[in-house]
Every structure is written in C-alpha cells, then in structure tokens.
C-alpha cells in the first residue's frame, strides 16, 4: 500500500484514515447519531485499523466534546504514540480568539495535533482572522499543519493565500464526498484544492452506512438505528428504492473483485489520488472490511460505470 503525501506538509498517509466521529460516547448534539461505544471495544477498532494498514485518525472536539479524543488517545497510547492525529476547533458562536484556549484543553486530552481543522465556516470571525490564530499555533509547535473543513473554493482559497503570508500553506478541505454527494466536484472545490496542491479528505464516504447495500437488503434495520440516521431521508423507502440500481452495481463490481459493497465505494473515492478517506466504525470487522479497500483496483471502465450510476440516482 503506497502512502500520500497530505497537500504540501510531509504528513505521510494511508490513503484511508479512521474517523472517530462514533467514539462520541454518545454524548453532544453529534454524538447523537451514535450508540455510546464502550472503550474496549474503541481500543479493538484502532488496534486492527493499525495493524490492517491505517496510520492517521480523524476526530474533533465536537464529537461528544472532548470524548473522542479522550478515548482515542488512550487506544493509542497502549498502541502506537506516533499514530497521525488531525482534529478540529469547533467556530460555533466563537472569534477566532478562542482557538488557543481550546487547542490547550485539546493537547491535554491527546498526545499531539499533526493536523488542526478549522470544523466549518460558520464563526464569528473571517478566515483570515481564523488562518492568523490557526498560524500562531504552528509558530509555538502546539500543531503541524492546518486544514479546514466544509469550505467553499472560495473560502479555500482565502485561507490559503492568508496563511501564505505567514510562510504557510493550507494542507486540506474536509468536504461530504461520496458516491451519492458529489457537490465537490461541482462547486470547484476538486480542481481549486488539486490547483492549490491542498488534499481533500472525504468524509461520510459511505454515506452513513447507505453505500454499504446492508439497508437495502434488510429495510427493517434502520428502525434498530440509534440516533438521527433513521430519519433522513436517505433511508426511508423511497430513498432506498431510489439508490438501489447503484448498490446493484456496487455488489456487481465487488463479487468480481471478491469485495463488498463498501469496499467499492471507498475504492471509487480513493482512485482521485489528491483524495483520501476517512469512514468510521463501529465494530472491529467494520475496520477490517475498510482497511481491505486500499487493496482493491478499479478498472477505468468499473470507475466510469459507477460515475454514471451514481449521477442517475442523485436525479
């Protein structure tokens, strides 16, 4: 498995990662969406997403407030200290003067921060504001790098030019990308982060679970779901009939490869090599099965049946 270089930093990464948004401890607003996971159970995960490959883990301070990070920093601390962390400051109702408060509380929970993100655009300051305050952090070596989450093109490139006034570069965009949310590649974030050389980290690229095909085979398991997901319309019955020919074709391409369904879908997302992954797990054989997909090569005609699919089922 070859590794990726993270935008322009000398952040070596497997081409998927770990997301910890389901080590929340159920606790916040975002936690919600998740059943509490016993710490056990986290350590098992991290352990075999390691020893399958795995070397960096997404998490943010939203996620259960502090309970992802806590918990993931002691899976790691019995594992592997060196392991990529990137996290997240959290903007909501916040100036970009709140950045060095919380990343101090951060650094108390985790070991280090490679790659600090700011969560989204939704604060109280301007990307300038926000890059000016993120660039602080790297001249005291608190982090290494910065990325940002769900931003424009535009706001992308706002914050890249700013932290190039600092002798910076802006490593990557956390955007929703999958092969049933493509809005990237539309609304110019995929060719001004490839422009730019800033990495796009894909989250949600199972698309909570859906490109798995597990719901369309049994509809009965989204009312067993904790949370939010039940609700969205992605898994009612009309959503599920409207993405079935896709999961079709994923199971198609996966017996051929001697796959899952989920495996092709990462696979799909992971062929643009200025993209990397991050989907979560719930259970050891979920990391597994996600690890497994670094394996597996597309050919340019199965990539293209799966655009096309995809496309006609967003419609």
Same mark, same amino acid.
């Given at each position: 498995m070859k590794l990726r270089t993270l935008g322009s930093s000398d952040l070596q990464v497997s081409p998927i990662g770990l997301g910890c948004w389901q080590f929340s401890k159920g606790q916040g607003v975002g936690g919600k969406f998740w059943a509490d996971l016993e710490d056990e159970r986290i350590i098992d995960i991290v352990k075999v997403s390691l020893e399958n490959g795995i070397n960096w883990y997404d998490t943010a301070e939203m996620y259960g407030w502090g309970a992802s990070e806590t918990v @993931?920093? @002691?899976s790691l601390s019995s594992l592997r200290k060196d392991a990529i962390i990137a996290t997240k400051w959290s903007p909501f109702f916040r100036t970009a003067g709140s950045i060095p408060r919380v990343v101090e509380k951060q650094l108390k929970r985790l070991p280090h921060i490679d790659l600090y993100q700011v969560h989204n655009p939704a604060g109280f300051s =301007?990307?300038? =504001?926000? /890059?000016?305050? /993120?660039a602080r952090l790297v001249e005291k070596k608190q982090i290494r790098y910065i990325g940002v989450s769900n931003f424009t093109a535009n706001q992308m490139r706002r914050a890249d030019k700013r932290l190039r006034t600092h002798g910076l570069r802006l490593v990557s965009n956390q955007v929703l990308y999958n092969l049933l949310d493509r809005k990237p590649e539309i609304n110019g974030v995929l060719d001004s982060a490839k422009?730019?050389?800033?990495s796009i980290i894909a989250y949600s690229p199972l698309k909570q679970g859906i490109l798995t095909g597990r719901f369309h085979d049994d509809p009965s398991l989204v009312q067993k779901l904790v949370g939010y997901r039940k609700y969205m319309p992605a898994f009612n019955p009309k959503g599920l009939e409207r993405t079935r020919p896709l999961i079709s074709l994923l199971k198609e391409i996966a017996h051929k490869h001697k796959a899952t369904p989920s495996q092709i879908a990462l696979s799909w997302i992971i062929s643009n090599e200025t993209v990397v992954a991050i989907p979560g797990a719930s259970s050891t054989s979920q990391a597994i099965s996600n690890t497994a997909a670094m394996e597996i090569r597309l050919s340019d005609e199965e990539i293209q049946l799966l655009d096309m /699919? =995809?496309? %006609?089922? %967003?419609k």
């Open positions: @993931l920093a @002691l =301007s990307v300038e =504001s926000e /890059m000016d305050a /993120m422009e730019l050389g800033i /699919m =995809s496309k %006609r089922c %967003r």
